[in-house]
C-alpha cells in the first residue's frame, strides 16, 4: 500500500536525521514481497510494484550512501518504517527558506466596560465593581512580576487603582481595590469564604498578582459586559503559542536544555505538576501532508504523476522481506543489498513534497494524582531546591499541552526508535504550527 505520511527529523547540529514512514498494513503478500525503500544521496523512495513515491530532499541536506556510515533501519512494521540516515552536508538556508516561521504573539485580553471578580470555586466577590482604564500586557514579559513592581534595592512600581497588567496566566492589579473578603497569609491571598489560593502579594500597597483560572468575572454595568471564566476573555492560545510563552519563563541548566515546571489545579482541587527537560538545540521537522493516498490516483497515472526515469547507480535499496530464506531472525527484519543499475527501469513516479517546521524536543514527567506526587517527591524537591521556579497555568492549558504532548510521544517513539528501557521520563515533541494551521 501506499506510502501515507513522511516525517523526518533532525537537530540542526547533528550530522543525521530521522525517517519515519507510515502507511496503510498490506495484506496482499505479493505486493508486499515487491515493496522497496531506496535511499539515494538525494531523496528517499517508496518503490511498489507500479509505481514509486519520491520524496526528494537534495536541496536540504546530501545523504550519505555510504552502507557503512548511512544507514539504520531497525524498527520496521506492518504500517511504519523507521529509518536514521547519516548526512554529507546540510544546506541551511534551502531548509530555511522551506520552513514556516511561527513567531511568540503578543497575548491579548478583552475586557471592557464595568466588571467585578469573584472566586471561581464560590462566587465570592474579590474585586467590586469597577472600570480598568488601562489593561495592558506586562511590560516586561520575561521577568517575574515581584522582580519587575518590587525590585530588590529599588524603589518599588506601585500599579494605579485604574490599572491592570496581564500575562499567561495571572494579572496584577492594585492592592488598594481588593475587596475585604480576602485573607492574606505570608504573601499569599485567599479567597476569605472558600479559602482557594488566587494569588499573591507583590509588596504592601504596591501590587497584587492573581491568578487568571481562579477568576470570575461578574457584569457589574448595563454596558453588556458577559459573564464568565476571565480566561475566556483572553484570546485564543494555540499549543504552540502557548509553548513559546512559556519557553520565556524556562531555566536553562546547561548549553543543551532548559527546565520548565509547570504547576495546574484541577477544578476539583486535585494539583497536578509537570515537570519539562526542553532540549535548547533547535529541533527541525520536515513533513508531508497526512494522507498522501488521496494524491496518488492509484490507475490514473496520467493525471499528476510525473515520470521520472532515475538511474542512480549509487544508491542503497532496502528490502523489507520478511520470509526472505537467508534472512536472519535475530535482526530486524529488513535487508540491504546494492541495487544494480537500472537505467530504463521506468515507473510512474509520484514526487512527495514536504514543509519545514521548527519546535522544540522535550523529556517530561506529568505527575497528577496523590500517588504520583507522593512517590516522586525527591524529583520535584531536586527541581525546586535547583531554583527551578513553578509556574501556575490553567487547568485548560496543562491539557492542551498534555494533549499535544501525548500524540506526538507516539511519533517521537518510532522516529526516534527509543527503546523502552532507555527512557527516563517521556519523550515528545512540540511543533510550531501556524495559527492557520491548527
Ligand atoms: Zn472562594
Not at 458577559?226 to 513559546?244: A, D, H, I, N, Y
Not at 521556579?389 to 499535544?404: A, K, W
Amino acid at each position: 500500500m501506499p506510502l501515507e505520511l513522511i516525517v523526518i527529523s533532525l537537530m540542526r547540529t547533528d550530522k543525521w536525521i530521522n525517517v519515519l514512514m507510515l502507511n496503510t498494513p498490506d495484506e496482499d503478500f505479493g505486493r508486499l514481497q515487491s515493496r522497496r525503500i531506496d535511499v539515494s544521496s538525494d531523496g528517499i523512495r517508496w518503490i511498489e510494484r507500479d509505481y514509486e513515491q519520491f520524496t526528494p530532499l537534495g536541496k536540504f541536506f546530501e545523504i550519505n550512501t555510504n552502507p557503512e556510515a548511512g544507514i539504520t533501519v531497525d524498527k520496521e512494521t506492518s504500517n511504519a518504517t523507521a529509518l536514521k540516515l547519516s548526512l554529507v552536508r546540510i544546506n541551511d538556508a534551502a531548509l530555511d527558506q522551506q520552513t514556516v516561521d511561527v513567531g511568540i504573539k503578543e497575548l491579548q485580553l478583552l475586557l471592557s466596560g464595568t466588571c467585578t471578580l469573584h472566586c471561581t470555586n464560590c462566587y465570592n466577590e474579590l474585586v467590586a465593581a469597577r472600570c480598568f482604564s488601562s489593561i495592558r500586557p506586562m511590560p516586561i514579559q520575561t521577568m517575574e512580576p515581584l522582580k519587575y513592581f518590587c525590585p530588590k534595592n529599588r524603589v518599588p512600581t506601585a500599579v494605579d487603582e485604574g490599572e491592570l497588567y496581564y500575562a499567561l496566566n495571572y494579572i496584577v492589579i492594585s492592592p488598594q481595590i481588593l475587596g475585604k473578603r480576602l485573607v492574606q497569609c505570608g504573601g499569599r491571598i485567599h479567597c476569605g469564604r472558600c479559602l482557594h489560593l488566587v494569588g499573591e502579594s507583590l509588596g504592601e500597597k504596591v501590587a497584587v498578582q492573581l491568578y487568571v483560572d481562579t477568576l470570575w468575572v461578574g457584569s457589574a454595568g448595563q454596558d453588556g459586559m458577559p459573564e464568565g471564566r476571565l480566561e475566556k476573555f483572553f484570546g485564543p492560545l494555540t499549543v504552540s503559542q502557548l509553548m513559546l510563552h512559556l519557553l520565556q519563563d524556562a531555566v536553562p541548566i546547561s548549553d543543551e536544555s532548559t527546565r520548565l515546571f509547570l504547576k495546574t489545579v484541577r477544578p476539583d482541587g486535585q494539583l497536578h505538576y509537570m515537570l519539562l527537560l526542553v532540549d535548547t538545540k533547535p529541533l527541525h521537522l520536515l513533513r508531508s501532508k497526512l494522507s498522501l493516498i488521496e494524491d496518488l490516483n492509484l490507475g490514473d497515472y496520467d493525471a499528476d504523476i510525473s515520470l521520472i526515469s532515475h538511474s542512480d547507480s549509487s544508491s542503497e535499496s532496502i528490502t523489507a522481506n520478511s520470509s526472505d530464506s537467508d534472512s536472519d531472525d535475530s535482526g530486524p527484519s529488513v535487508k540491504r543489498r546494492r541495487r544494480p543499475h537500472r537505467s530504463g527501469d521506468s515507473k510512474p513516479v509520484h514526487e512527495i513534497k514536504v514543509r519545514g517546521y521548527r519546535g522544540c524536543r522535550i523529556n517530561y514527567h506529568m505527575f497528577s494524582t496523590d500517588e504520583e506526587l507522593a512517590a516522586n517527591t525527591k524529583l520535584i524537591e531536586q527541581w525546586r531546591k535547583e531554583g527551578t521556579p513553578m509556574v501556575r497555568i490553567s487547568y485548560g492549558m496543562m491539557m492542551d499541552l498534555l494533549r499535544e504532548l501525548n500524540v506526538n510521544e507516539l511519533l517521537v517513539e518510532t522516529l526516534e526508535r527509543i527503546a523502552p528501557d532507555e527512557k527516563t521520563g517521556r519523550v515528545s515533541y512540540i511543533i510550531y504550527e501556524p495559527d492557520e494551521d491548527t
